[in-house]
């Protein structure tokens, strides 16, 4: 069955880097691209970006566009989220979200249909 | 980018009621619209993709309609689990996430 399995919570310091981890399997992981996705407390989803898991090339949202890196390593099956010079604001749960694709003939559409539990960063000053 | 706008922000309702959430993009997306539920501590369920597909294994009592701009999602006769926020998400280009209906 398909399973994203991120890594664990993180408790870091403001200015310092974290990196998260999505691993996959029962699928084919070139397939299907991967979001980040953004729940800071209380609040709601937001919409980092994506990697292209058969290219490695990444597309970031306007707000996450300088201190988020993207990357995979397709031996391991996994894609990783990068943040530099966290930010107390940083705080949130990061998932990672598979990103569906349907086309048959005219009729296309995209959703996230299995999505990572989730990991919590917690940046302190 | 597009702008998702839900609404209301916020619902009240009772079990066995019938509760409609609204969800306005800033420009045209076609059906490109997908609705997803979130419990307390839980990641995001996808409930309806493409404005008014069912994912498998979604009770029937939700619906969704819509095109162009303007979408909702019907909840017929609300149970406890539906106690919830839920989102909308277009997938025209990229992707973004309404701001969220919390149904209490």
């Known amino acids: 069955q398909v399973q994203l399995v991120q890594s664990g919570s993180e408790l870091k310091k403001s200015g310092a880097s974290v990196k998260i981890s999505c691993k996959t399997s029962?699928?084919?992981?070139?397939?299907?691209?991967i979001n980040w996705v953004r729940q800071a407390p209380g609040q709601g989803l937001q919409w980092m970006g994506w990697?292209?898991?058969?290219?490695?090339?990444?597309t970031y949202a306007q707000d996450f566009s300088r201190r988020f890196v993207f990357s995979l390593d397709t031996s391991v099956r996994t894609v990783y989220l990068q943040i530099n010079s966290l930010r107390a604001e940083d705080t949130a749960i990061y998932y990672c979200?598979?990103?569906?694709?349907?086309?048959?003939?005219?009729?296309?559409?995209?959703?996230?249909?299995?999505w990572g539990q989730g990991t919590l960063v917690t940046v302190s000053s | 980018d597009i702008q998702m706008t839900q609404s209301p922000s916020s619902l009240s309702a009772s079990v066995g009621d019938r509760v409609t959430i609204t969800c306005r993009a800033s420009?045209?997306?076609?059906?490109?619209l997908n609705w997803y539920r979130q419990k307390p501590g839980g990641a995001p369920r996808l409930l309806i993709y493409?404005?008014?597909n069912l994912q498998s294994g979604v009770p029937s009592r939700f619906s969704g309609r819509g095109s162009g701009t303007d979408f909702t999602l019907t909840i017929n006769s609300l149970q406890l689990e539906d106690f919830a926020t839920y989102y909308c998400?277009?997938?025209?280009?990229?992707?973004?996430f309404g701001q969220g209906t919390k149904l209490e």
């Open positions: 420009q045209n997306i076609a059906r490109y």
């Open positions: 493409a404005a008014s």
């Open positions: 029962g699928y084919s992981f070139t397939r299907y691209v």
């Open positions: 998400q277009q997938s025209y280009t990229t992707r973004t």
């Open positions: 990697i292209n898991t058969n290219t490695g090339n990444p």
């Open positions: 979200v598979r990103d569906f694709s349907v086309i048959r003939g005219l009729f296309s559409t995209y959703y996230f249909d299995f």
